[in-house]
């Protein structure tokens, strides 16, 4: 019973403001007396459930109105105090709480003054990124999360990293001087023999908060059953790699300026799953299979006992000298939208491509899962693309669990399309920029200046608005 007392004292004293009365005042016509109102007034006293029926009955107000802090207001303060320049600065919900109830008004204050902050973040980045393709940088930037200052270091250079490359391409010629093995069989009786690591799959009950697990002390690893076949094969890889060769791969990370520790610990992991995919696929192999496959995407991960997810991301590292292959990059997102990894061969073109326009064919795959779609893009200053978009099916799940999906978008440049099993079916001509076999793509909303566009989703930062009550644009967002 305890735990259901309603503390409302700063909601009861903005009420009896509002209505204009004294503490003497209201207490006559509840039937108590001052001294106790003032304690209920400052939280020391719950509302009991007979003066709760007198509220109800005197003054005209709902129950919810007497009921804990507002939701919505909480919740944003929640999240106002996750945002990295405040970490640490409020101890637990029972503050953001308190804060609520007490000064509601000034509560919403704050969050009307972070959205703005935000918002005007936004633009800034944005800003940025108009300067930059004019040739002119800023050092402006917002306040970033270790992932997010990895994910720009990554994103934007060439997705290629020769020691590492070398390394494994050494290691797999020691591992499989035959071709045709089956590489989880071999890398698990390496580990055994040379490190003596043994690897064991466990059920999720057993391990549910964890998709891998090395236990040094054992020297187990752990992998749930969760996982993919393919996905269980990279984990494995990944660990022999750090054992193998994670001095090379702890000096390539080390070349980077990170501003934190776990910056760092996150580039190292990014590079341990760069030198797995490394292993599976060696360059050598993989570019020539490339090359000779038309870079077809499922006869990769047939043939080199990966995922159509770890083939493309191996797709957009062939950048050794000598030997490349096509640039592509790449972009994985959840169906909110939500971007999980940048990548290209030469860095993920946002300047040209950005990422952002909702008519990529990454979001329509959601609707067809499990099958590729290919299509040709031009942005508005008639730059052409190849994409290739395809579902991505998480980690297994039980009944009553809602499985986790994301789509992966590769592409490259138009003029590449002839070397690839996706771009022979197109029929564009890229001499002929209006052709409708394109879909018109911008490199972000606020950035695009098509007008007319069905899926515009914010108006461009570039023009001023466009509003006229005569004319309505087929745009919600019309601008000039």
């Known amino acids: 019973m305890a735990d259901n ?179 989880n069989g071999v890398l698990r009786t390496w580990l055994r023999a040379e490190r003596e690591v043994a690897v064991q799959t466990l059920p999720v009950q057993t391990m549910p908060n964890y998709r891998r697990r090395f236990d040094r002390h054992s020297r187990r690893l752990f992998l749930s059953e969760r996982l993919s076949h393919a996905d269980r094969l990279r984990e494995i890889a990944l660990q022999a790699c750090m054992l ?95 971007h999980f990894r940048r990548a290209g061969a030469r860095g993920f073109p946002v300047q040209r491509f950005g990422g952002e326009c909702p008519k990529l064919p990454v979001h329509a795959a959601f609707a067809q899962p499990g099958h590729i779609i290919v299509e040709a893009a031009e942005t508005p200053d008639g730059t052409q693309f190849l994409l290739v978009a395809r579902t991505l099916e998480g980690l297994q799940t039980g009944f009553e669990e809602r499985p986790r999906r994301t789509a992966i978008l590769i592409g490259c440049d138009i003029g590449f399309k002839d070397e690839t099993v996706y771009g022979r079916q197109l029929r564009t001509d890229r001499r002929e920029p209006g052709r409708t076999g394109f879909t018109k793509i911008g490199t972000a909303c606020r950035l695009c200046e098509r007008q007319a566009c069905l899926a515009r989703a914010e108006p461009p930062l570039t023009r001023p608005s466009g509003f006229d009550e005569m004319v309505t644009g087929l745009s919600a967002f019309d601008f000039q």
């Open 5 to 183: 007392k309603i503390f409302a004292g700063p909601r009861i004293r903005r009420m009896r403001h509002g209505l204009s009365l004294t503490q003497t005042a209201m207490a006559e016509e509840l039937g108590i007396s001052p001294s106790y109102l003032n304690l209920i007034e400052r939280n020391q006293r719950p509302l009991t459930a007979p003066l709760v029926a007198r509220l109800l009955d005197t003054y005209d107000i709902d129950l919810g109105d007497l009921g804990g802090s507002e939701d919505k207001t909480l919740s944003g303060l929640k999240a106002l105090f996750s945002d990295p320049l405040l970490t640490g600065e409020i101890a637990d919900d029972r503050e953001l709480a308190d804060l609520v109830d007490a000064a509601p008004n000034a509560a919403k204050g704050v969050l009307k003054l972070y959205r703005a902050y935000r918002e005007q973040q936004g633009r800034l980045t944005d800003l940025s990124t108009l300067l930059a393709k004019s040739g002119r940088t800023t050092s402006v930037a917002g306040t970033r999360l270790p992932i997010d200052e990895v994910h720009d270091i990554f994103e934007g250079r060439p997705n290629f990293f020769a020691p590492i490359d070398s390394a494994a391409e050494a290691f797999h010629k020691e591992l499989f001087p035959e071709s045709g093995k089956d590489a």
């Open 244 to 338: 193998k060769f994670g001095e090379i791969i702890d000096r390539e990370w080390r070349t980077f300026t990170f501003t934190t520790d776990e910056a760092g610990r996150l580039a190292r992991f990014e590079l341990l799953r760069y030198a797995a995919h490394a292993l599976l696929m060696p360059y050598g192999a993989f570019q020539r299979t490339a090359v000779a496959e038309a870079y077809d995407l499922d006869v990769l991960a047939a043939r080199f006992q990966v995922s159509f997810e770890q083939a493309a991301n191996r797709l957009t590292t062939l950048q050794r000298q000598g030997a490349p292959g096509l640039p592509f990059f790449m972009l994985e997102i959840d169906n909110a939208g939500n």
